[in-house]
Nanobody, 121 residues
């Protein structure tokens, strides 16, 4: 059973930064998704099993950076220049079947419990 534990959420002012971390029980292709109040879950970023393949949603490109430490089985999401519209519950997810990164939620078969990110204006 794959276990994922997110940390690092919180409250920040617009323009500020936060770093989310996801600790996994093994090494997998990983993704970050978010769900804002009243909206559907959306893709944020993904990183391949090796770390060489990275994909970002257009809405976060240039502001967010995903990275991984394969020795520790952790994946981080550095979020800079945060905007109020980034407010959401952020989830990390693991794809235990594929080595390449993907923005498709259906490819991820394990999900963390989520961490709240709130950006005030």
């Amino acid at each position: 059973q794959v276990q994922l534990v997110e940390s690092g959420g919180g409250l920040v002012q617009a323009g500020g930064s936060l770093r989310l971390s996801c600790a996994a029980s093994g090494r997998y292709t990983m993704g970050w998704f978010r769900r804002a109040p009243g909206k559907e879950r959306e893709f944020v970023a993904a990183i391949s099993w090796s770390g060489s393949g990275i994909v970002y949603a257009d809405s976060v490109k240039g502001r967010f950076a995903i990275s991984r430490d394969n020795a520790k089985n952790t994946v981080d999401l550095q979020m800079n220049s945060l905007k109020p519209e980034d407010t959401a519950v952020y989830y990390c997810a693991a794809d235990s079947a594929r080595a390449s990164s993907s923005p498709l939620a259906r490819n991820y078969n394990y999900w963390g419990q989520g961490t709240q990110v709130t950006v005030s204006s």
